[in-house]
């Protein structure tokens, strides 16, 4: 198998269980949250935030849009079959990735300065959990996107 066919399949893998994560999130982990109660709901949410960016977590986030990304460029500069596909699945790699830094972490980061047992935290909790979970399915379905068009882009170059 030729390099650029491994690395978009690399890629694909990669994008596919960074997706993975978003789509836990969509559908059972921010449901449990809200559950909780907004002092509980802002609290679980802080936790999460604050664990979440492991080296093994970061490495994945980062990692496969960079991979997704030299993908692309490797099919571009190299002409080959697929090559289009493998650009589309590295925008929406990035794409993913910019909804992450733009709208996912500046909202986690004003949530990280709310109080949870403060008076406010139903307010603070209603002003995170809808926006945040919007993005959330955005990056998702990107990231999916990404990892399907990735993994046509390898199909046609293989």
């Known amino acids: 198998m030729r390099a650029p066919v491994v690395l978009s399949v690399v890629a694909s893998v990669a994008t596919a269980l960074n997706a993975g994560v978003f789509f836990a999130f969509s559908t059972f982990v921010m449901r449990a949250v809200d559950d909780l109660g907004p002092a509980g ?17 970061m490495t994945l986030l980062f990692g496969s849009t960079l991979l997704a990304l030299g993908s692309g460029v490797v099919a571009l500069v190299g002409a080959g079959p697929g090559r289009w596909w493998a650009v589309a699945g590295a925008v929406a790699a990035v794409a993913a990735l910019l909804v992450t830094i733009a709208v996912n972490i500046p909202l986690n980061q004003r949530l990280d300065r709310a109080d949870p047992g403060g008076p406010d935290s139903a307010d603070r909790w209603r002003e995170f959990a809808a926006p945040w979970l919007r993005a959330n399915h955005a990056r998702g379905v990107l990231g999916v996107l990404a990892s399907l068009l990735l993994a046509v882009a390898a199909v046609a170059a293989g």
């Open 41 to 57: 709901s802002v609290r679980a949410m802080q936790e999460i935030n604050r664990r979440a960016p492991t080296p093994a977590f």
